[in-house]
């Protein structure tokens, strides 16, 4: 969330395939699913997230 949008790894995770088509069967969950699956067993809402990821002190205290 802190990174800025304009670095690779960045661009890398948010992106999508711009041609092809994906298997046959459920998808796989991308690493965006998977942050939000892992908020949510935790009890913790997106929007907080996003906003506590700026003050790094205050989210690793509530993540522990």
């Given amino acids: 969330m802190?990174?800025?949008?304009?670095?690779?790894?960045?661009q890398i995770l948010y992106s999508q395939l711009s041609s092809g088509h994906s298997k046959r069967g459920r998808l796989r969950l991308q690493f965006n699913g998977?942050?939000?699956r892992n908020l949510k067993l935790?009890?913790?809402?997106?929007?907080?997230?996003?906003?506590?990821?700026?003050?790094?002190?205050?989210?690793?205290?509530?993540?522990?």
Avoid: N
């Fill in 42 to 64: 935790r009890d913790i809402k997106t929007d907080l997230w996003s906003s506590l990821s700026q003050q790094r002190d205050k989210l690793r205290a509530m993540v522990k």
């Fill in 34 to 36: 998977t942050i939000k």
């Fill in 2 to 10: 802190r990174m800025s949008p304009d670095r690779l790894p960045k």
